[in-house]
């Protein structure tokens, strides 16, 4: 079990002793504090790896003493043991950023763990290197890849961003076919007008021709007044018709005269209206063989991809994760106004995991791992994965999470023909990092 130095804070001087017996025998070494005052007197000279306090004390109390090591140049982590069980004690407790709550009496096995755990991840950020992540981060609204795909994906935006050509965006639920579409318009000269975004599948099918090309008074039972549809509300701007391959045969009658024409007809209408919007579309679906099957207008789906752009499946450019991880705990860390950094074993996990659900799911797990991670660092425990976000941590033995490390670090040196410092930056870590690696595991480069 990992051992280190434990400031322990306790107004009960049996408690304390019977705690200070027990951390001893376990190869801690304990300092102890009568008070929360006291504790603070001892912080700086005692240098603690962990802080373990009792919440209700004479003076300055737990909660009170957590508050005030927040402030510390170099935080440990803080577990609070209380005997008053008590929701708001835990929340507050939480929310001040402890790292566990434990209730008296104390499941010494219990306390054990979870110091095992948290002093596991005090060594795990001593570990990590100060450079790795360093990079300016990359804005939320921008696409993150060196996959060949990937590039194909950013000169495709760069030559169809100045016209207003159709594009039809494909890819799984997950891959970001929004965000390409908010690319395309914010890189087009229309950046300025408005961008309006419809999800077909969400908008029941018979509201969806009002949603689009809006109504008259009266056209229909609680149509009170005249409304203005999307198209109308995108302007001059572009238009994102998202799940298009999930309309009827009907409404892509209506779509085919808004792309032949540029014109619609609001419903109970009879003088039809201009339209300037560029039309972008995405679907997660097989269009093609909709159309073998009578489901999709074959006219209509020529007309909308002009210029097809086609998101390749998170699994398919698993060298792109590491990037996409250093990117998201970017955001992750001004969210939550803490550092958040990665274990290797952890960037393998994510390495050897199939993403069904794409960029999105990978958002989700390190969004869900950040909050369970109570110190700044992210370890393979935290992470839970599955269809159903289930609070279930995956297990790999030490072996297969170091083939799946040293295959993807051998594989980015290969592609780059050795080039240390480009391997460094694709993989998100610095270079020395990369040559301790690379000694690790005995690759020749």
Not at 110 to 138: F, K, M, T
Not at 294 to 312: A, K
Request: proline share 5%.
């Amino acid at each position: 079990m990992q051992t280190g130095r434990i400031l322990l804070v306790e107004d009960d001087a049996a408690h304390r002793e019977t705690l200070r017996r027990h951390l001893s025998r376990s190869g801690h070494d304990v300092v102890e504090a009568e008070t929360g005052e006291a504790a603070l007197a001892r912080f700086a000279g005692a240098s603690p790896d962990l802080v373990l306090t009792d919440v209700r004390m004479p003076g300055l109390s737990g909660i009170e003493l957590l508050e005030r090591l927040r402030v510390a140049e170099a935080t440990p982590p803080v577990i609070v043991m209380t005997a008053y069980g008590d929701m708001n004690s835990a929340i507050e407790a939480m929310k001040q950023g402890a790292y566990d709550y434990l209730v008296k009496p104390l499941d010494l096995d219990q306390l054990d763990a979870s110091i095992a755990r948290c002093l596991d991840e005090v060594r795990a950020a001593r570990d990590l290197d100060p450079g790795d992540g360093a990079a300016e981060p990359e804005p939320d609204d921008s696409l993150i890849g060196a996959d060949p795909r990937m590039i194909d994906i950013y000169k495709t935006i760069g030559a169809v961003a100045e016209h207003r050509t159709p594009v039809l965006i494909r890819g799984e639920t997950g891959t970001g076919k929004e965000l390409i579409a908010r690319i395309l318009h914010r890189t087009s000269p229309r950046a300025n007008a408005p961008f309006v975004a419809v999800n077909c599948a969400a908008v029941p099918e018979g509201l969806l021709e009002s949603e689009l090309f809006g109504h008259i008074r009266g056209a229909f039972t609680g149509a009170v007044s005249d409304r203005k549809g999307r198209f109308e509300l995108a302007g001059s701007g572009t238009i994102l018709l998202d799940e298009v391959g999930d309309t009827t045969t009907a409404f892509q009658s209506k779509l085919l005269r808004v792309l032949q024409e540029r014109e619609f007809l609001p419903v109970g209408a009879e003088q039809p209206r201009r339209t300037d919007a560029r039309i972008i579309a995405a679907t997660h679906q097989p269009v093609e063989k909709l159309v073998e099957e009578g489901r999709f207008r074959e006219d209509l789906y020529f007309r909308l991809r002009v210029v097809e752009i086609s998101v390749p499946p998170l699994r398919e450019r698993r060298a792109d994760i590491p990037l996409l991880v250093r990117h998201i705990l970017g955001r992750l860390r001004a969210e939550f106004g803490r550092e958040i950094a990665i274990t290797d074993e952890g960037v393998a996990a994510l390495l050897a995991y199939d993403w069904p659900g794409n960029v999105r799911e990978l958002e989700n797990a390190l969004t869900r791992a950040a909050v369970h991670a109570r110190g700044s660092v992210i370890t393979v425990e935290h992470i839970s994965l599955g269809r159903e976000g289930l609070a279930v941590a995956p297990t790999y033995d030490a072996d297969s999470l170091d083939a799946v490390q040293r295959a993807h670090v051998q594989r980015i040196l290969a592609r780059l023909g050795g080039n240390k410092s480009r391997a460094a930056e694709a993989l998100g870590i610095s270079r020395p990092r990369l040559d301790r690696i690379i000694e690790k595991y005995h690759l020749v480069v």
